[in-house]
Every structure is written in structure tokens, then in C-alpha cells.
């Protein structure tokens, strides 16, 4: 049995979002498509992430196990020529069979893109998020600099989050102008289901002065999900890295940071 | 009764295309939804210009007539705020009855774009046109320039053309580099069913090395569409620009021109 780690990218637009479900498109369903049909039996996929309806990833990572011999290079060919143009294979590996896509992911980064303009352009659809109004990017970067850190996020996620423990440490938060407006990068341990859309709607409402720097502490503090009622749209998301390795981690956020490691839980 | 002319622009990747069809999104059905919705009755709009499915427009233009009191730029409001993302309002003005959006169009300039790159770019799906080859884009350009003048178009058109004459006059035909590749930007009095496409392909041919410039004269007088079998894909092609009068056409392309005056006919 060879395990095989495959990289890829995708448009989230026309997606369901990234796990497969009994009808529409998405990107496991694909992939599984193309495995059975090479294997004639199913091969079930593992992500690093799972991502929504709408969100991209600039860098998502699964792996399957397989006893074809077949060579990482002909792998992302056979992949490549099968997959629709919104998915795309940029490199296969073959990995040990302890390493697992899931469980050793040490950190994401995401980054979440606003454009602002008089006017919206159609060709940004499903691309980035439109804003016409002013936003107060100094005051957002201060607001995004609180979550630095380990906190609890039950007030910036999703009321549906399922998961025992909703602590998570964040090396990266920061908000940067670009070009057509501001993007917003996040680096952490793991984050909530909706935790990245429910931050970025939370700095918007910095951003129009409706709410400050200082709300961070205690809105975190108070575990309260209705404090922050707000989800950004997923169309301006995206997945931006993978950590597969502590290693990685330290070398981009240095050998202070907390690293939680999934499976020594 | 008020004749209103829209200016708009539309992604056209997830549109069955510009006209109205029984089911699926068109461009026309949704105008023509939010004009029943404000009118209690069913309006019908003229566009200059239909696109097919997957084909963009940065610029097309429809009129319609209405007895409503509202502004042109309440008119621009109101559409905008009911359109969905993919398509935009630019600008709304009244004009007189006896002008027709169809026939008072002298010109149509498209943009066929393509880019090159080692690797597929999902998030350039749907917007331009993948070709990994490394084409001749001087060669393309000899060619592109082949088209210039009045023709019969009935070797570059799709065998489905339905139209009395297949001449047209090419006022501006030419391949640029692009920083991802190579846009092909043809201007004229008007296009057959599939044209730039076609010859579009044609053009990736001459790039490949497999057809000269000096073929085209010929194809033209063959007069013989299985000549040249092959259609670019809708993706990478874009509406670029619509000429409404003779002025407008001379000032960019010289007093020297053949115009085609559909009103006239």
C-alpha cells in the first residue's frame, strides 16, 4: 500500500464546498470520481481542511492510499486531464503510511480579500468581496492584532460548531491595503467552523466605526456568540496555506509559538 | 413613452448566454424579470449585441421603452441593486424613440484572451483561455492583419449561420503580448454566428506553425467554413466595445471606412 499526498488548488465558486454530499459539484466528489474509476473500487480522500460552499484554496492538501503502481508524475497528469478547469493538481508525493493529511496539520493561513471601487465589477464576482464603503484600515489592523494569540473563540464562530474545545492560538493577524482594496490574513493553530468569515465581518464593522480594538478582549472573554452576529460572505476566502509540519510552523512564526499537535491529543 | 438605453457589462461564465431561453440563467431574463416586476407587465429589451453561452461583455448595450416616471439614475439603481453579481449597470440614459439599439449599431470591437503559463490557473477558469503551447505571435499578428477590409466571412462563421450577406468590413484586427500571454482584438461593422472564435482558431493554428498568413486570402474566397474546422472556446472571449453611431467609428478608425448602416438596408 503506498500512501500518496496530493496539492492542490481550486476555485471555490462553483463548488458546494470541498466535501463530498449526494448531488452537486464538489471538490472531494471529483477526486473520488477519478479514483474509482482507476482503482474499480471506491478510495475515500483526507483533507487538511474542509472548506464551504464559495471558499477557494490557493493551497489545500489530501491524501488516499492506493496499491496502483503508478508514479507521483503520472498521478497528477491522470488527475489534471480529468478534473474540471476550476481544480487544479500542482504536485504529487508519496508519503509514510503514519503521516495523515488531517491530523498532521499544525497551522492554516487564510486570507480574506475585499475589493472597493465606485463601482462593482462583474469579473470580481465570486472573487472578492465588494465594499463601497471607506474603511479605517489602521484601526482594523489594531482590532486584528487582539486575537493574536490563545483564546477562546465561541464568540467568533458559528453557533454550529461542534468541536470539544474551541481554543485556538493565532501567530498571524493583520490587515494589509492592496491594490484594489484590503486583504485580511489569518495564521493559526486551527479555526472554528465560520471563525475567519465572523472576524472579517467583525473588523468591517471596525473598519465603518462601529466598533473598536478594544472589544476584542471582551468579547472573547464573554463566550457569547451573539455578541458578534455578523458571517462575511465566503467569496472573498481563501485558503491560503497548510502546515504540515511543526518545523514549517516555527521557521515562519518563530520558536516561541504554542503548537498544538493533533495527534498527541 | 420614454425610451431608456442601458449600458452594461457581464462575466458571462455562468450565463446560458445573452438571450432569454425557456429555463437557466440568461442576461436578458433577468432585465427582463425586474422590468416585470416594476411594470406589472412583461417588457421586452433590445440588445446591440447577443452573446453566446460563456461569452463576457465589458460593454453591451439594450434599450427598452417604458411610461414609468423614473430616473436614469434611479433606473441604475434600482437594477443594480436586483441584479445578481455577475452582472453590472455602468450607465442609463434616455434616448429618442427612433433609435434602436440592433440597428443603430455600426460596430462591435471584441478581445479574445489567452493566457500561457506552465501550469493551469483555476482562478483564471472561465475568464481567459489556457494554452500552455509557445505560439508565434508575429506570425498570428501577419495573419490577424489578413482580415482587414471587406470579406466574405462564410469560411470563418459556424455552418449554423442564418444571414442574407456574409460580408463585413474588419477595421482593426491585430495580436498583442499580454503580461500572461496574448489578447487577439478585432474591430468591424458586425460579426457572423461564431466568427471571432473561429477565427481565433484559426490564429492559434498560424501560432502553432501549422497555417501561414498567406493561407487567408484564400480561405476567404473559398468561401468554404469545413476549410477551417475548428471554434476557440467561449471562455477566453469578451465584448469589448459597442459602436452606436457612424461618428463614434470614424473618430476611432479614420474617415477612410466602410460603414455598414443596418438602417439603411
Known amino acids: 500500500m503506498q ?6 488548488s481550486y476555485h471555490g465558486g462553483q463548488f458546494l464546498g470541498f466535501q463530498i454530499q449526494n448531488q452537486g459539484r464538489t471538490v472531494q466528489g471529483y477526486f473520488e470520481k477519478i479514483l474509482k474509476r482507476m482503482h474499480k473500487h471506491d478510495v475515500r480522500i483526507h483533507p487538511s481542511s474542509r472548506t464551504d460552499r464559495g471558499v477557494h ?8 492510499d492506493t496499491k496502483l503502481n503508478i508514479s507521483p508524475s503520472q498521478w497528477q497528469y491522470a488527475m489534471n486531464r480529468a478534473l474540471p478547469q476550476d481544480i487544479y493538481v500542482h ?3 508519496f508519503i509514510d503510511e503514519d503521516f495523515h493529511c488531517r491530523y498532521d496539520c499544525v497551522g492554516k493561513s487564510y486570507r480574506y480579500a475585499i475589493y472597493q471601487a465606485p463601482h462593482r465589477n462583474p469579473f470580481q464576482a465570486q472573487l472578492k468581496t465588494y ?3 471607506d474603511l479605517d484600515i489602521e484601526k482594523m489592523n489594531q482590532a486584528a492584532e487582539q486575537f493574536l494569540g490563545t ?6 464562530c458559528s453557533q ?3 468541536v470539544e474545545s474551541k481554543e485556538r492560538t493565532i501567530y498571524e493577524s493583520r490587515v494589509i491595503r492592496t491594490e484594489e482594496g484590503l486583504d485580511f490574513i489569518i495564521s493559526g493553530s486551527g479555526f472554528l467552523y465560520n471563525m475567519v468569515r465572523v472576524i472579517m465581518a467583525f473588523l468591517i464593522e471596525v473598519g465603518r466605526g462601529k466598533r473598536s480594538a478594544s472589544d476584542v478582549i471582551q468579547l472573547l472573554e464573554a463566550k457569547d456568540r451573539n455578541l458578534v452576529p455578523h458571517t462575511a460572505p465566503a467569496e472573498g476566502l481563501y485558503l491560503e496555506k497548510i502546515y504540515l509540519s511543526a518545523d514549517e510552523l516555527v521557521k515562519k512564526f518563530g520558536e516561541n509559538i504554542t503548537i498544538h499537535q493533533k495527534k498527541s491529543l
Open 3 to 8: 500512501r500518496v499526498l496530493v496539492k492542490i
Open 57 to 64: 484554496a490557493l493551497e489545500q492538501y489530501f491524501h488516499f
Open 91 to 93: 504536485e504529487v508525493t
Open 131 to 133: 465594499l463601497a464603503d
Open 151 to 156: 483564546h477562546d473563540f465561541t464568540s467568533f
Open 160 to 162: 454550529k460548531t461542534e
